[in-house]
């Protein structure tokens, strides 16, 4: 879908800025999504080819437009969501081609606000039963206005392997799932109990994070930026931890990435800012040329 930033329309939605990172560090990012038969639709699918990413599994929709949310910034570049709705990303059709995609799948990012439609529901949980055993899948908690439930939350999460929310989201996800919330790493090991976890990341904003295992946790303080606007840094972070995730990468090392590329994005208008030689964005080379 498309941000409406104060400066103008920039494109986004989690599973684009979701892409887009991972595919920066040398993955192949894969939108699975569904935009109007429109001129936001035609523009979205240009934008992707500009950034050489793959825009053949979104779908076109003939009768629903492509989805826009309206972003304010505050002062500390904190960003508030109105989502539009219905729009072409609430009718996610599932399709042979979705199922081959799935299939091949190394690993599956799929969030709260994709679900707020039954359909569309549906066709996520079809993705996620035709990935093979081996694959991560990922739970990207995004609490946004009205669109979630608790029923949704609890089964999201039983579908994972990881689960990231932030520390607003995390006591409101254990009061919908009627668990007891008594700190971050004793509410992340109650999830972790609970759905069978392999993992939970508990997101800090500008403070860092927390990664908990059955076994052991981690935290990171943060990478300290002047914040340009918070959108899809959550995002972005996310691509940095699975791909560290995928690499059987030390919790320490996962936080690290991921700290530095949600940093970068956060530094940028945006979701999808373009690399071009910064502090971060040589950070970031460094990190990949590691691996």
């Known amino acids: 879908m498309w941000d409406m930033l104060p400066g103008g329309a920039c494109l986004g939605g989690a599973p684009a800025n979701f892409a ?36 053949s599994y979104v779908q076109g929709d003939p009768i629903h437009p492509t989805g826009t949310v309206q972003v304010q910034i505050d002062g500390k570049g904190q960003a508030r969501y109105d989502i539009c709705s219905p729009v072409a990303w609430d009718f996610l059709e599932w399709t042979a081609q979705w199922g081959s995609l799935a299939a091949h799948a190394d690993a599956v990012c799929f969030g709260s606000l994709a679900q707020r439609s039954a359909q569309s529901r549906a066709s996520i ?40 929310l932030n520390d607003e989201e995390l006591p409101k996800v254990m009061e919908l799932c009627q668990l007891p919330c008594a700190g971050e790493q004793i509410s992340a090991e109650t999830l972790l109990k609970t759905y069978n976890l392999k993992m939970v990341c508990v997101t800090r904003g500008g403070r860092g994070s927390l990664l908990v295992r059955p076994d052991e946790f981690d935290e990171h303080p943060g990478i300290k930026v ?43 208008t945006g979701a999808m800012p373009a690399p071009k030689g910064g502090r971060l964005e040589n950070a970031i080379a460094e990190i990949r040329l590691e691996n």
């Open 125 to 164: 949980r079809q993705f996620l039963s035709a990935t093979p055993h081996s694959a991560v899948r990922v739970f990207d908690v995004n609490l946004r206005q009205s669109y979630y439930s608790a029923d949704v939350l609890a089964e999201s999460m039983r579908l994972a392997d990881v689960v990231k």
């Open 20 to 55: 887009y990172i991972t595919s920066l560090f040398g993955n192949r990012g894969i939108v699975a999504s569904r935009v109007g038969q429109d001129a936001r639709g035609a523009e979205a699918l240009q934008r992707l080819e500009m950034l050489a990413m793959d825009g």
């Open 226 to 268: 002047q914040v340009a606007d918070t959108v899809g840094a959550g995002d972005a972070f996310t691509a940095g931890l699975v791909h560290e995730f995928l690499r059987g990468s030390s919790l320490g090392r996962m936080n690290l990435v991921a700290n530095h590329v949600g940093a970068w994005v956060a530094s940028e």
